[in-house]
């Protein structure tokens, strides 16, 4: 990692916030070294690099800024398991590493801020300078759901014998021989309120919006 390259990144990561945060350097980090571990180039421009982050906030910016992976470039996927963690996956060979804060950085971290104990402020100094190897833990992994059936082909679509709505990519569910969207299929992450239950939820009276 080139001290250069991270600036560059805490630059335009913080410039998406009110802040630099110590979850920000830890995303540049973890990205950083996630390319690293599989021998790719960063910042990416092609499709050859899924990210999955293990938690939304600032920390998925640095990740995102870090690999040039997005969200609308389909190379970056959330799994909320509100860990700042990050797995890499190189699609061409399957080969994944998972990145993430050893346990005792915060620790650490101390060591690397001379004079700094103010704790958040140590953090934010020291995860930018600390080497790989005492930041960061990575381990090889292999992905539950094979990268095929996660990226799916952007020409399948289907809809839903229940709401009708359109499903893409693949992620239909099948159930006693009907093709279900998740939220019909369940369990959904959303319900439908019943209409007694909407009394005090007010829909915007329809009107005429010209936009531009
Ligand atoms: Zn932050
Ligand atoms: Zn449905």
Redesign the pocket.
Known sequence: MHSHDLSAILAASSARHSHLCPRQVLGARIGLAGGLALGMDLPRTDKRLLVFVESDGCFADGVEVATGCTMGHRTLRLEDYGKIAAVFVDVTSERAVRVAPRLDVRERAYAYAPGERRHYFAQLQAYQVMPDDKLLAIQPVALATPVAAIVSRPILRTN??????E?INEREVITGGQT??R???GPGYYRPLAESQTHSFALPESREVVYG
Do not use: A
Not at 160 to 165: A, L, M, V
């Open positions: 839903c014998d229940r709401c009708g709505e499903i279900l969207c939220s019909c299929g």
